[in-house]
């Protein structure tokens, strides 16, 4: 499978699927990342300026080949619920709020979780009662099921938006009921505040930067929405190494050197998607927020690198 244009058509290729152990992503990453700033000037006078992502000093990436190893493409009927091989649940609300202070409720309902019958799974953020809260969405994972240790983690998506949504596609340490978090580690592949929805984060929480102190960088999509397209949002992974894509734009380059605590990233890692409500990263929602809300997910892609 080549990358091709994140706004053109679905490139779904049943080849992919049969023959995934003979098929190879081949590419150049020679990719060079371009600091954007512009200013504008508001009729009150104010000047504000807007900066997208920006490379670390030289930065540059060698070929990297990779084979297809784990897909799920969506392709099911209208409402079908995600594939039970694949995924499984986070159902409640969790502790304090999933230890965000979110509002949800997370479910395994249609309502909440299902495909749409076009080649994409909707996640979709609804305000109703429910269970004692007052919101409710979906939490998938594939803990238990696949976990996949370095190579390239990706997913076609659109996001929801507006003030108290946050959509997340994560990875999290499939040690995390014996260790806990954050020594686990956590992968944030795209995470977005809804009220800021040209703006995405890629982030590393892990022992000594996790919460508030974790590794983090933003990417800005110019003139532009996430809600309004689909984008592909990627990690590659390697021993000493994660780098982080949105479409071919590499924006962040992390090895250990770069971290503040131990490298915990070493081991198998699951993938979760979710939308939540509220909590401390998005604040709460308001009367501008619209309901229901979905996050559209093409496909969530595997590859591992092949020698």
């Known amino acids: 499978m080549l990358r091709g244009n994140p706004k053109d058509q679905k490139t779904k290729n ?3 699927h049969q023959q995934s152990s003979i098929n190879t992503m081949k590419y150049l990453n020679i990719k060079t990342l371009i600091l954007f700033t512009f200013a504008c000037v508001l009729p009150a006078g104010i000047i504000f300026s807007l900066t997208a992502c920006k490379a670390d000093e030289g930065q540059t990436l060698d070929q990297r080949n990779y084979k297809l190893v784990w897909s799920d493409e969506f392709d099911g009927a209208a409402g079908e619920s995600p594939d039970p091989t694949k995924w499984t649940f986070d159902i409640g609300t969790g502790s304090n709020g999933w230890g965000n202070q979110e509002l949800e409720y997370y479910t395994n309902r249609p309502d909440n979780v299902s495909m749409d019958g076009a080649g994409n799974l909707l996640i979709t953020a609804k305000r109703e009662a429910f269970a004692g809260a007052g919101f409710t969405s979906a939490r998938i994972k ?4 696949f976990s996949q240790t370095y190579g390239r983690i990706e997913a076609r998506l659109k996001t929801p938006y507006g003030p108290g949504i946050w959509p997340a596609f994560w990875m999290l340490g499939d040690n995390i009921d014996t260790e806990g ?3 686990c580690g956590e992968i944030d592949i795209m995470e977005l505040r809804g009220q800021e929805p040209n703006l995405i984060n890629g982030t590393l929480h ?12 933003v990417f800005t999509l110019l003139n532009d929405r996430f809600d309004n397209d689909f984008h592909v949002f990627a990690v590659e992974w390697g021993t000493d190494y994660i780098d982080f894509f949105v479409d071919d734009t590499l924006y ?5 050197d770069n971290l503040t605590g131990e490298w915990v990233f070493d081991r198998p890692f699951f993938i979760l998607l979710n939308v939540a409500v509220g909590g401390n990263y998005v604040g ?4 501008e927020t619209p309901f229901p809300q979905s996050m559209t997910i093409d496909y969530v892609r595997v590859y591992q690198e092949a020698n």
Do not use: C, D, M, V
């Open 181 to 183: 978090w954050p020594q």
């Open 252 to 256: 962040r380059h992390l090895t250990p």
């Open 206 to 217: 892990g022992p000594g930067y996790s919460g508030g102190n974790a590794i983090t960088k």
């Open 142 to 145: 594939t803990q238990g099921l």
């Open 14 to 16: 049943p080849i992919i």
């Open 284 to 287: 709460f929602p308001t009367t």
